[in-house]
């Protein structure tokens, strides 16, 4: 078992650019996370998806876009990237049922914008 | 709006017991205290949840007051690889987000 894989590990954009980080997971899990860390903070989610073909907002979603079109991945857009995104990005998934709710977090992107 | 207070820093010495406390005096009938912790630059690990029984894993025990207002986080044999920041969060069972605050940082000293 892999658990949570994220693609790239690194990344340095020009203002304006857009990439797509893509987030995989083996563990069969119905839900799916996008958190942004920034130096010296606590994790803030982006974007999260509790199913196959469906995508919501949480408490930062400005100037991302996500989307889940096969069950085990999440991909998260930066379609004009800002100095403002230059962050630590990690990807969680986790079962649906409330007692085991735990989250499997990746190990991160590290993306900069100039 | 924090719903947990923990201290900033805390230091252990390789082999004893680390005790984590965490205040969570809000706390409401449906939410669970989780604990994760964060080795640097890694992603954040899980190490265990309550609802209001004590809590036993491989990694961690987790003691939780009868009135459920605070909690502590027990690593019974501390070592350096456990050097990281602890968060402790409250989490509704309908909650998809977690809530990091600062967290703790606790460090383990040879």
């Known amino acids: 078992n892999a658990g949570v894989t994220q693609t790239p590990k690194f990344r340095v954009l020009k203002t304006g650019q857009s990439m797509t980080l893509l987030c995989a997971q083996d563990?069969?899990?119905?839900?799916m996370y996008w958190y942004r860390q920034d130096p010296g903070m606590g994790l803030r989610l982006i974007h999260y998806?509790?199913?196959?073909?469906?995508?919501a907002k949480g408490e930062v979603p400005d100037g991302y876009n996500v989307s889940r079109l096969k069950k085990q991945n999440f991909l998260l857009g930066l379609e004009s990237a800002a100095p403002s995104q230059t962050s630590v990005y990690f990807c969680?998934?986790?079962?649906?049922?409330?007692?085991?709710?735990?989250?499997?977090f990746g190990p991160g992107t590290r993306l900069t914008v100039l | 709006d924090a719903k947990t207070t923990q201290p900033t820093s805390m230091d252990c010495a390789e082999g004893r017991a680390a005790n984590l406390p965490c205040n969570h005096s809000?706390?409401?009938?449906?939410?669970?205290v989780y604990w994760y912790r964060q080795i640097h630059s890694q992603g954040p690990q899980y190490i265990i949840h309550?609802?209001?029984n004590n809590e036993t894993n491989e990694m961690a025990s987790l003691i939780i007051t009868e009135d459920r207002k605070s909690s502590t986080l027990i690593l019974p044999h501390a070592t350096l690889r456990d050097t990281a920041v602890y968060y402790c969060?409250?989490?509704?069972?309908?909650?998809?987000?977690?809530?990091f605050g600062a967290g703790t940082t606790v460090t383990v000293r040879a």
């Open positions: 969680a998934s986790s079962y649906s049922a409330p007692t085991r709710a735990e989250q499997f």
């Open positions: 563990m069969n899990h119905e839900y």
């Open positions: 998806s509790v199913g196959e073909g469906t995508t």
């Open positions: 809000t706390i409401s009938g449906n939410e669970y």
């Open positions: 309550g609802l209001k």
């Open positions: 969060i409250v989490r509704g069972s309908n909650d998809y987000k977690l809530s």
